[in-house]
C-alpha cells in the first residue's frame, strides 16, 4: 500500500515537471490577466494587467470577432487595426468596433517565439454601453452676439443646445449642431439681459445622449452707460470746439506782439525838426508860437501823408 | 346627404391609416449610419469588383428593379435582403486579404444591427410581406443560385453599393424616437 501511494506520488511529480522537461526548463508565459474596456465618449481602450518575464520585453496581440463572426463564424477572429504586436498592456479598438453589436476580444504575450494562451475579457463588449460626459462648451460674447464653440468629439457626435433669456417666463431655445469645433451663432442678444446656455451630446448610431452641461450665463452691458459715454462725449466736444480757435487767435496775438508791436507814438509826444521853437515860446510871442505850432501840425500831416505813400 | 357625409368620413380615415403607415415604416432604421456602412464599402469596392469575373450578370437586377419596389413593400424587402446578405453572401465568401476582411466585417455586423432593430419593426406589424416583394425577393435569390456559389458571392458583395444607397434613400432618418 505505502509503496502503491509512493509511486503514484513520484508519478504525479514527473507528470507535472513534463512541460518544464519539454520547453528546456523554461516556465510557460503565462496570459494577460484583468482584462476590462473602458469606453468614454465612444473611445474604447482595452486594458490588462502587464505580464512580467524579468529582463525581458513582452509583446501583446489583440483580435477581435463581432456578433456576426461569433454566429456564423465562428472560428474567425480578426487582429486589431492597431494591435497586433504592441508593447503597452493596452490597445485602442475603436477603430475596430464599428457596430453596435457585442464584440469578443481576446489577447496573448508574446516572446520570441513563445506564445501565451488567449485571455479574454469576462463579458462581450458592446459599444452602447459607453459613457457619455457632457460636452466642453466655450460661450462668446460677440458684441451683442451669443456665440458658442462645442468640443469636437467626433463625426458620431451631435449637439442639442439649449439657451434662454433668464428672466422670469421666459422660453428656452433648442438648437442642433451637427458638429463641435465650429463657433456657432446662436442669438442677438438684447443689453441688460442675462443670456444663459446648456449642451448635451447625440450619439446617433447608439441611440444615447449624455447629460447636459452645466449652464453659463453671460450678461450684455446696460444702455446707461454708453449713453453717459456720449454725453461725455458730445461736451468734451463742443468744449473743444470753443477752446482751441480761442487759444489759437490768442497765440496768433502773443506772437504778434512779441516779433512786430504796431505801437504809434501819440501826437503829443512827437519831436518836430525844430525842437527851440517850442522851448522858446514865451507869453509875448503867444502868436508866433502858434503860428509855429500850426505848422508843425501841418508838418506833421504832410510828413505822415508822406509815409502813408510810402516809398515809391 | 348622410351616405355622402358618411363616405367622406370613411375615406378621410382611410387617408389617416395610410399616411399612418407610411410614417410607421420610415420610422425603422432611423439611428443607421448609413454614410459610415457606405464609406466603409467604398474602400473595399474597387478591390470587390475586380474580383468579378461575370460582368454580364446581375443579381440584384437593375437598380432600376431596387426603385421600382412600392413603399409599403420596402419594409419586407429590406428584411429579405438583408437576411440574404446576412445568411448567404458573407458566409459564402472566404477573404484572406485581412484589411478586406475587417471592412467586411464591418457591414456584416451593421447588417446584423439593422436586422435587430427591423425585427422591433416587424413585432409592431410594420413589415408585412405582400406578394410582390415576395416575388422580388425569389428572383434575387434565383439570380444568385445561377451562379457558382463563390463567383455569386463576389457578385452580390460588389452589387454592396446599390443596396446600400437603396436603404438610405428609403429609410431617411428624420426624426429620433
Known sequence: MMILEEISSLMWLFCALIPCLLTDGVAVLPAPQNLSVQSTNMKHLLMWSPVIVPGEVIHYSVEYQGEYESLYLSHIWIPSSWCSSTKDPECDITDDITATVPYNLRVRAILGSQTSAWSTPKHPFNRNSTILTPPGMEVIKDGFHLVINLEDLGPQFEFLVVYWRREPGAKEHVKTVRSGGIPVHLETMESGAVYCVKAQTFVKVIGRQSAFSQAECVKVQGETLPLALALFAFVGFMLILVVVPLSIWKTGQLLRYSCCPGVVLPNTLKITNSPQKLTSCRKEEMEVCTMSMLSSEELFRSGSSRRKEGPS | ?177
Open chain 2, 1 to 177: 346627404m348622410k351616405a355622402q357625409r358618411v363616405s367622406l368620413w370613411l375615406l378621410g380615415a382611410i387617408l389617416l391609416l395610410c399616411s399612418v403607415h407610411a410614417r410607421g415604416l420610415r420610422r425603422c432604421l432611423i439611428s443607421m449610419d448609413m454614410h459610415q456602412i457606405e464609406e466603409t464599402f467604398q474602400e473595399i469596392k474597387r478591390a470587390i469588383q475586380a474580383k468579378d469575373t461575370f460582368q454580364n450578370v446581375t443579381i440584384l437586377s437593375t437598380s432600376e428593379f431596387l426603385h421600382s419596389i412600392k413603399p409599403l413593400d420596402v419594409c419586407c424587402v429590406t428584411k429579405s435582403l438583408l437576411e440574404f446578405y446576412v445568411d448567404r453572401v458573407f458566409k459564402d465568401h472566404q477573404e484572406v486579404n485581412p484589411q478586406i476582411l475587417r471592412k467586411i466585417s464591418s457591414i456584416a455586423n451593421s447588417f446584423l444591427y439593422m436586422q435587430k432593430a427591423l425585427q422591433q419593426c416587424q413585432e409592431q406589424r410594420l413589415c408585412h410581406c405582400g406578394q410582390e416583394a415576395t416575388n422580388a425577393t425569389r428572383i434575387i435569390h434565383d439570380n444568385y443560385n445561377q451562379l457558382e456559389v463563390r463567383s455569386a458571392a463576389i457578385k452580390s458583395l460588389g452589387e454592396l453599393d446599390l443596396f446600400l444607397a437603396w436603404i438610405g434613400k428609403n429609410h431617411q432618418g428624420t426624426s429620433t424616437a
